[in-house]
């Protein structure tokens, strides 16, 4: 059975690649390699021993997308990572935000929509919730107004396809990612942020190493058990055996209506101070950090109700936030190498 993985290259899709292929799922990549590299194609193969096709396409041409699909008509699916993430970044640049995360959905949505069946599963983002008044956050919770074009592309990408599903053949899962962290515990494939990284974890490591001076924590004011922000840390193995069961899910029609929407997290909260110190225990060294003032745009806590996931999905995470932290830090630690 074959499966589009467009930004398979990326740091969620190159896992879930290695996911799909353990699962006997033949894999098509589609990367721009905008925000990836080629050699990540080496690392699948070295995990899974087998090269999946690969596909060099910029999905906001909409000529490319339709060949891609005239060529690769027997496709039983897509799973869609392919988009700009960086918050700060599409606050300064929000076209190039719209026009890369909304025009690709809607183009491959076109060519889907000609298909007498398709199954499609969109990587969307717990940003949706913005801060929610009850934790752990349910599915059912409202969305608020996003906070940033990225997560605008987010909430516009939802209401694209929740759309689509209703007047087509497309069945869709829309998943909605807590923080996603760590590597592959083969050390062949994980995070390769662009430049400063404004996550945390990646921050983290990359200070371990040496490369920046001190991690600056963003306030320790906020409403929380030390002060600093919360949030659901989830392995990024756990996170693409998610793709790969929500997949055979929409393959197998076991899915009870057109659209579903599942939270992705361990239904934990850390706080910073917790990872700093989950840092420290795997890498066995302290970590130089300063307290500094809120981030704009942060909220206070985020983590994840994970009940529908765990019941409907039959998923659960399996690694934990010492084990997701260790294997960033081995990961960082061998890039730096190279
Ligand atoms: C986590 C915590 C920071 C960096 C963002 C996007 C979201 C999603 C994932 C991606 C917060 C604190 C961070 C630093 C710090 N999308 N922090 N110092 O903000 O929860 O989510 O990334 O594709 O849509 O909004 O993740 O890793 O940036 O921050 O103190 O240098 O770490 O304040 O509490 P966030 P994050």
């Known amino acids: 059975m074959k499966i589009v993985v467009t930004g398979g290259l990326g740091f969620i899709g190159s896992h879930t690649v290695v996911e799909l292929q353990n699962e006997n799922f033949e894999v098509i990549v589609i990367d721009n390699l905008s925000n990836s590299s080629i050699e990540v194609l080496d690392g699948i193969?070295?995990?899974?021993?087998?090269?999946?096709?690969?596909?060099?396409?910029?999905?906001?041409?909409?000529?490319?997308?339709?060949?891609?699909?005239?060529?690769?008509?027997?496709?039983?699916?897509?799973?869609?990572?392919?988009?700009?993430?960086?918050?700060?970044?599409?606050?300064?640049?929000?076209?190039?935000?719209?026009?890369?995360?909304?025009?690709?959905?809607?183009?491959?949505?076109?060519?889907?929509?000609?298909?007498?069946?398709?199954?499609?599963?969109?990587?969307?983002?717990?940003?949706?919730?913005?801060?929610?008044?009850?934790?752990?956050?349910?599915?059912?919770?409202?969305?608020?107004?996003?906070?940033?074009?990225?997560?605008?592309?987010?909430?516009?990408?939802?209401?694209?396809?929740?759309?689509?599903?209703?007047?087509?053949?497309?069945?869709?899962?829309?998943?909605?990612?807590?923080?996603?962290?760590?590597?592959?515990?083969?050390?062949?494939?994980?995070?390769?942020?662009?430049?400063?990284?404004?996550?945390?974890?990646?921050?983290?490591?990359?200070?371990?190493?040496?490369?920046?001076?001190?991690?600056?924590?963003?306030?320790?004011?906020?409403?929380?058990?030390?002060?600093?922000?919360?949030r659901d840390y989830i392995h990024v193995v756990d996170l693409a055996k998610a793709h790969v069961i929500a997949m055979q899910r929409l393959v197998n029609k076991t899915n009870t209506e057109k659209l579903e929407i599942f939270n992705l997290g361990t239904g934990k909260g850390s706080s910073v101070l917790e990872v700093i110190k989950a840092f420290e225990k795997a890498s066995g060294q302290k970590l130089p950090y300063k307290i500094v003032a809120r981030r704009e745009g942060d909220v206070t806590e985020a983590y994840a109700n994970t009940d529908k996931a765990n019941n409907v999905l039959g998923w659960k995470t399996q690694l934990g936030l010492d084990e997701a932290i260790a294997s960033a830090w081995k990961w960082e630690q061998k890039i730096r190498k190279q």
């Open 45 to 230: 193969e070295k995990i899974t021993g087998k090269k999946p096709l690969f596909e060099q396409i910029d999905l906001r041409d909409k000529t490319a997308v339709q060949d891609f699909f005239k060529k690769y008509a027997d496709v039983s699916g897509v799973i869609h990572f392919a988009a700009s993430k960086a918050v700060g970044e599409s606050v300064q640049n929000p076209l190039l935000y719209y026009e890369n995360n909304i025009n690709s959905l809607v183009y491959i949505l076109q060519e889907l929509n000609n298909k007498p069946e398709a199954n499609f599963i969109f990587s969307s983002s717990c940003t949706v919730y913005g801060q929610a008044e009850k934790m752990p956050i349910a599915e059912s919770t409202s969305i608020q107004p996003a906070m940033s074009p990225y997560g605008n592309t987010k909430q516009i990408g939802e209401e694209i396809i929740t759309d689509v599903t209703k007047v087509s053949n497309l069945n869709a899962i829309l998943l909605r990612y807590f923080n996603p962290i760590g590597a592959h515990p083969s050390n062949e494939i994980g995070e390769l942020p662009l430049g400063v990284p404004q996550n945390l974890v990646p921050f983290i490591t990359q200070t371990g190493v040496g490369l920046r001076k001190e991690l600056a924590v963003y306030g320790n004011d906020y409403t929380t058990s030390d002060g600093t922000c919360v």
